[in-house]
DNA sequence: AGTCTGCATTGATCAAAATCAATTTGCGGC
DNA sequence: GCCGCAAATTGATTTTGATCAATGCAGACT
């Protein structure tokens, strides 16, 4: 018993996918989570870093603990795109067979990861309901997502897209939806690669977003929202007026 | 047992998703078909028709048996896109939550689809290892193909992500990877608003791709493929020498 | 304090694709 | 075989956002 409190004292303890009641390790019984634990690698990645590629390699299950990681795909003359974000409590499942490369994962921020082998974690998906659960209500989640940014990137304007990345950005931070302040998280170049622009494109459509007063910006990286409503309305897709008239 | 024999033919005798091992309904003992048949409800779409809003609203899981149907937005102002395409075999779980529209089901091509209540497709997620691991993997390899289209609308090209297009549609098509012919399945106006482009650009990208001879149309719906490790590099992403220079 | 260094912003061009407006082409029905 | 029509193509023009090239700024380090 001592072993078992030392054994998730060791990595476990005060881990969000732990403590926090909706994410995965807090489906678990003591004992599946010290089998768990065995067979997981907890990771800190500075901003910038891939996700170790060999860690990736033997465990592809990965975890997010906390900050945000981005599946990064290069193309081979350079144009770097980041098809998703990953936040806490996401679960990033890279097996994957079939011709396209499968992107790798870098840190958008300074982040903490925990990655699972697949054996364990498909042992938990398959025996534990709870577990499973959260999985599969996981991975759903990420589909209706990435169905939504599709939308974004085909057929949204620049000031369209920026703002439904600040909506992403309230929505996966930590206070949730009503906040009135939400930050940014990544920087202008790394917002471009993942909402299909440039890095001046984002700064002139916060700006634009700014002169509309749906936005007002504090610092480089955290936002008010002003007029969440009209924003909203923005990100969905509405034209927008082209600002207040004289 | 007759009633057995008769409940299948009813509805499931030679529907795709009994008959082809690596879909769901093939996992089934004959009980769990019967069982499942009950609350499933199998329809024709005719293409450019939405899927009955009132029997996804009953039975928000769909299965797509045969044709393609399309996740369909579209904003206030008029502006179309496909978030995704689902293909035979792909299952599609509309339940969701959040402020996002949900987007709607259209059939971009006659197609067949299944609808199944929720209570016995989790029923079957549940109790039956095989059909789950039938609906896990459907899910994972549609989140990984969201991931590869984001990257096709985010950075790339048009004639590259009509390359990538047709890749996709050779992929899915009954023959497979190795066929010369493939169907491109959907008109023009669908292409575009699934790769994000106008029907004209579509039109001049698959002209351009006829010029570099990567590919020969044939009629409006089929295109044989003449160099497809060309077109395969051009699809991820390589830039393409501008054509034979004289 | 002073410099260094990565980001962010700004401004001036440029190119790709969108838009607008006709035609043209296939294809299903007679 | 010939209509009729939706869909596809073509061409001219405009727009948006990318690209290129500085400049500005704030925090880290000395």
Redesign the pocket.
């Given at each position: 018993m001592d072993n078992m409190a030392l054994a998730i004292a060791d990595k476990c303890r005060n881990c969000a996918l732990r403590t926090d009641d909706a994410l995965i390790c807090a489906q678990l019984s003591t004992g599946e989570l010290i089998e768990l634990s065995s067979h997981s690698t907890p990771t800190n990645v500075d901003r910038?870093q891939p996700v170790n590629a060999r860690l990736v390699d033997r465990n592809p299950i990965i975890a997010i603990v906390e900050g945000v990681i981005g599946l990064q795909h290069v193309l081979k003359d350079g144009r770097r795109s980041i098809a998703a974000l990953f936040w806490r409590g996401d679960i990033v499942d890279l097996r994957r067979d079939g011709e396209r490369a499968p992107g790798n994962l870098v840190a958008l921020t300074p982040a903490r990861i925990c990655s699972l082998s697949v054996e364990s974690y498909d042992k938990l998906v398959r025996d534990n309901p709870d577990a499973r659960a959260v999985a599969i209500s996981n991975m759903r989640e990420q589909i209706h997502f990435a169905a939504d940014h599709s939308v974004d990137l085909g057929k949204k304007?620049?000031p369209e897209r920026l703002a439904a990345f600040i909506f992403e950005c309230r929505r996966r931070q930590l206070g949730g939806d009503d906040c009135q302040i939400v930050d940014l998280a990544l920087?202008?170049?790394d917002i471009a690669d993942y909402m299909?622009?440039?890095?001046?494109?984002?700064?002139?459509g916060?700006?634009e977003l700014e002169r509309r007063e749906l936005i007002a910006?504090k610092?480089?990286?955290k936002v008010r929202i002003l007029d969440a409503a009209a924003l909203r309305q923005l990100a969905n897709g509405t034209p927008g007026k082209p600002a207040t008239p004289a």
């Open positions: 910038k304007s620049a920087r202008r170049s299909g622009l440039q890095p001046e494109t984002v700064s002139r916060l700006k910006l610092g480089r990286s």
